[in-house]
């Protein structure tokens, strides 16, 4: 079997340190960097970056509905930014955030982390939303091809507050159900002392004590947006995440990719560094 993706995660933070390059082409930035509002402008856009972040971060995140605008050509273009990561070391993880019932799920994830596909990434972001048990295909698939899920439990957005804090009977917000169930399925595939390759999206813009969660073993990646353009300082990985923030992959996108093409390579060194220095790397 491949190595495992969350062991992958938690070599490529020590060296690297917890920066992630979210590969977003808005249509206002690819106006400001001078290219064209289709698919040969998003593939452009996706491969100036991966090379602007190769070698300086350890993960990147295509963000998938900027390629989807454009149909089968945009898909076409994202397939080229997914290899072209790939292929320079990057970790790749596809925000695509599926989610559905089991017996379609399935093939979501088939797509997208089964090595050789065309849509290949190194992990996908899920939503839990029908249930944590309908992803249990999604498990499957991810586990047996060494690849990686994030779980959307607590987003960064203001609107998620209602839905995911809401509680059950024992107080249990649907935050933390989300974190102990995809945690049981981390406790039984992964070894005493390995991250778990399930991890978790908590927004970096989230209270975890008004969300209602804690620590969790075993670790497992967090996925942290809300980062730079949402509000988020390099400062508030130790302030939110406290003795979890060791396992977070603090994600920006339009704070970075405003830079421009020109300082783009720039922007991310200097970033990568702070947040390496605050994170201790
Ligand atoms: O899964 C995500 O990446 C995600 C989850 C979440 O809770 N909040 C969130 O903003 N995101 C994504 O993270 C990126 C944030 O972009 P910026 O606000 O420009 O840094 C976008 O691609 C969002 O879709």
């Keep these: ?47 100036r970056t991966v090379e602007a972040a190769a070698g300086k971060v350890a993960v990147v995140k295509p963000q998938v509905s900027f390629f989807e605008r454009f149909g089968s050509q945009g898909i076409a273009a994202l397939e080229d930014v997914l290899a072209a990561a790939r292929a320079a070391g990057l970790i790749v993880i596809a925000d695509a955030k599926r989610g559905d019932i089991g017996s379609t799920m399935d093939d979501y994830a088939r797509a997208w982390l089964t090595p050789g596909s065309p849509l290949e990434a190194d992990a996908l972001t899920v939503s839990p939303f029908l249930g944590v048990g309908a992803l249990d295909g999604t498990f499957a698939v991810a586990e047996k091809n060494g ?47 390995e991250w778990g390759s399930f991890g978790f999206v908590i927004g970096a813009t989230v209270d975890w004590t008004r969300a209602g969660i804690e620590p969790f073993t075993p670790a497992a990646p967090i996925l942290a947006p809300g980062f730079g353009a949402q509000g988020a300082t390099p400062a508030d990985l130790r302030s939110r995440f406290g003795t979890m923030s060791a396992a977070v992959i603090a994600s920006e996108s339009r704070s970075i990719l405003s830079a421009g093409p020109a300082d783009l390579m ?16």
């Excluded at 977003?24 to 290219?35: C, E, F, I, S, V």
């Excluded at 998620?160 to 399925?185: F, K, P």
Aim: glycine share 10%; proline share 3%; hydrophobic share 45%.
């Design 1 to 47: 079997m491949s190595e495992r993706f969350g062991e992958r995660v938690r070599s490529a933070l020590r060296a690297k340190g917890p920066l992630c390059v979210g590969i977003d082409p808005h249509a206002a930035l690819l106006a400001a960097w001078g290219l064209t509002d289709d698919a040969q402008g998003v593939r452009e856009f996706g491969l």
């Design 147 to 193: 690849k990686g899920l994030f779980v959307l439990a607590a987003t960064s957005n203001p609107e998620a507050e209602g839905l995911q804090r809401s509680t059950d009977s024992a107080g249990t917000t649907v935050s933390a159900a989300v974190i102990s169930e995809v945690s049981a399925r981390n406790a039984e595939s992964s070894a005493a002392g």
């Design 266 to 281: 720039e922007t991310i060194s200097a970033r990568a560094a702070e947040y390496r220095e605050v994170a201790g790397v």
